[in-house]
């Protein structure tokens, strides 16, 4: 693993881009980027509920596409990516989940003994609790925004225990990239569900093509509730959050990996499909804007945070 200056991502970004231009002008389509022509897959987020309301069992681990592979429960999003210098995940699902993940890697023919990094989108416990015993385990090193770093490192959110310490933890920053074989991991700062939610946008090469990956997280989401709000708080949250909005929506992405499958099926894709378009992404993402104007028009009182 190395890490790379941010102009050599940029410039190989300018690129994927003329590339997907000049592919859609051969086929006549005009001057949108249609990402879901382009790419197909098999995988789709799935409903959490079968038709008679019964919560369904975790699915099984399945690829997405090329070296991205679905690997979590079924209401919160795990990713693998196989790369050749080893395994990285992206979220580690909860704790209490055990051995599911690890689980999931092995019934994929992979060991994850080979996970080096685990890269964290936000430290809120559906996403980050199962890391630590993932690190303890295989030795893999957690990769979180630094102001989200020292909640994990002790475990403690305000006071209470929120998970296991960990040890083997690393703060990175909005513009990094590291380099894995040919997949590139850029972080990008999204702040708003925390100071320190990042969302990664991910490159690697597939079947049709080279692919961007959006690890999303719940970067989209607003705490719409008084509950919520006061749980997550923290000063300059809202401010943040409008930051965060524009950033979404300037990220040229192909293939959507979010926090929790419903952010597609529920929000974007009927048919849970991840390849989602630019339209629906920002739909999603305007909807979720106009939760929080909702919000806070109700809640006058936390509109200057
Ligand atoms: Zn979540």
């Given at each position: 693993m190395r890490t790379i200056p941010g102009y050599?991502?940029?410039?190989?970004?300018?690129?994927?881009?003329?590339?997907?231009?000049?592919?859609?002008?051969?086929?006549?389509?005009?001057?949108?980027?249609?990402?879901?022509?382009?790419?197909?897959?098999?995988?789709?987020?799935?409903?959490?509920?079968?038709?008679?309301?019964?919560?369904?069992?975790?699915?099984?681990?399945?690829?997405?596409?090329?070296p991205i592979y679905s690997v979590g429960p079924l209401t919160v999003c795990v990713y693998l990516l196989k790369t050749s210098e080893g395994l990285v995940l992206f979220d580690a699902g909860y704790a209490r989940d055990g051995n599911l993940v690890p689980d999931n890697i092995r019934k994929l023919g992979l060991d994850p003994a080979k996970i080096k990094k685990i890269f964290i989108t936000h430290w809120h416990g559906d996403h980050s609790s199962g890391a630590a015993q993932?690190?303890?385990l295989f030795g893999a090193e957690i990769m979180v925004q630094k102001l989200d770093a020292e909640i994990l490192r002790s475990g403690i959110y305000r006071g209470d225990t929120i998970g296991q310490p960990v040890k083997k933890i690393t703060g990175i920053d909005d513009g990094q990239v590291f380099c894995f074989g040919d997949a590139v991991v850029k972080v990008i700062h999204t702040p708003g569900q925390t100071p320190g939610e990042?969302?990664?946008?991910?490159?690697?090469?597939?079947?049709?093509?080279?692919?961007?990956?959006?690890?999303?997280?719940?970067?989209?989401?607003f705490k719409s509730t008084v509950e919520?709000?006061?749980?997550?708080?923290?000063?300059?949250?809202?401010?943040?959050?409008?930051?965060?909005?524009?950033?979404?929506?300037?990220?040229?992405?192909?293939?959507?990996?979010?926090?929790h499958p419903h952010q597609v099926f529920n929000e974007m894709r009927e048919d849970g499909s991840p390849f989602v378009s630019r339209e629906q992404w920002h739909k999603m993402v305007d909807n979720r804007h106009q939760q929080k104007k909702d919000f806070l028009k109700a809640h006058p009182e936390y509109a200057d945070m």
């Open positions: 050599i991502i940029t410039t190989f970004g300018l690129l994927g881009i003329l590339f997907c231009t000049d592919v859609q002008m051969a086929g006549g389509q005009g001057n949108t980027i249609l990402a879901e022509n382009k790419f197909t897959t098999s995988f789709r987020f799935k409903d959490y509920n079968d038709e008679k309301g019964n919560r369904k069992h975790n699915p099984e681990p399945e690829q997405i596409y090329g993932i690190s303890e990042v969302v990664y946008l991910v490159t690697v090469n597939g079947p049709q093509g080279e692919c961007r990956a959006l690890v999303a997280g719940d970067a989209t989401g919520e709000f006061e749980r997550n708080k923290y000063p300059g949250v809202c401010r943040d959050y409008e930051k965060t909005v524009s950033i979404l929506k300037s990220i040229e992405f192909d293939l959507y990996l979010g926090g």
